[in-house]
T-cell receptor, first 108, second 113 residues
Framework: AQRVTQPEKLLSVFKGAPVELKCNYS??????LFWYVQYSRQRLQLLLR??SRESIKGFTADLNKGETSFHLKKPFAQEEDSAMYYC??????????FGQGTRLTINP | SAVISQKPSRDICQRGTSLTIQCQVD?????MFWYRQQPGQSLTLIAT?????????ESGFVIDKFPISRPNLTFSTLTVSNMSPEDSSIYLC??????????FGPGTRLTVL
């Protein structure tokens, strides 16, 4: 079975501090991992996908198959990063399984 | 990426009635998905809607309660039937690109009294 765990429901950091949102997954096949973000009053949007190994808005995420993790990181948080972040796992049947989400608050 | 719209954006309905939610994509897509997001919860997949075939429902969701139509490659509907207050949620549709990433509509906020 596919499962995604985001252990922190809430995360609060100060502006300029590093941010790490944790995501662990469980899947027996070859995983595809994504990070989605939902800003206040906006729709859910794709932030990162592991396959492209890109940096978006200063965020990066590395797939660690040994630790079955896909943590989202940013070295210096900005106030506009405050949002709800969801880790999602794609695998069999081409559907996505979402984690519970982490609400990130950046304090000035 | 695909641009997805949903109608209605929100509705307040009476117990026992049904509501049909429409989802329109600005390009042809093979796979569309319907999710439910209950208050304070994450997204849960209801079903996958493929054009020209019956929708595939996830465990805990049945066609009688959530009938889905997919008449063409740009449009789908989800009906929430015989509603109860427990059906109060945000309902979202999404479409999948060739990279297996999904793009989401703005959601329909449903309140059942």
């Amino acid at each position: 079975a596919q499962r995604v765990t985001q252990p922190e429901k809430l995360l609060s950091v100060f502006k300029g501090a590093p941010v790490e949102l944790k995501c662990n997954y469980s899947y027996s096949g070859s995983p595809e991992l994504f990070w989605y973000v939902q800003y206040s009053r906006q729709r859910l949007q794709l932030l990162l996908r592991h396959i492209s190994r890109e940096s978006i808005k200063g965020f990066t995420a590395d797939l660690n198959k040994g630790e079955t993790s896909f943590h989202l990181k940013k070295p210096f948080a900005q106030e506009e990063d405050s949002a709800m972040y969801y880790c999602a796992l794609g695998g069999g049947a081409q559907k996505l399984v979402f984690g519970q989400g982490t609400r990130l608050t950046i304090n000035p | 990426s695909a641009v997805i719209s949903q109608k209605p954006s929100r509705d307040i309905c009476q117990r026992g009635t049904s509501l049909t939610i429409q989802c329109q994509v600005d390009s042809q897509v093979t796979m569309m998905f319907w999710y439910r997001q209950q208050p304070g919860q994450s997204l849960t997949l209801i079903a996958t809607a493929n054009q020209g075939s019956e929708a595939t429902y996830e465990s805990g969701f049945v066609i009688d309660k959530f009938p889905i139509s997919r008449p063409n490659l740009t449009f789908s509907t989800l009906t929430v039937s015989n509603m109860s207050p427990e059906d109060s949620s945000i309902y979202l549709c999404s479409s999948k690109t060739g990279y297996n990433e999904q793009f989401f509509g703005p959601g329909t906020r449903l309140t059942v009294l």
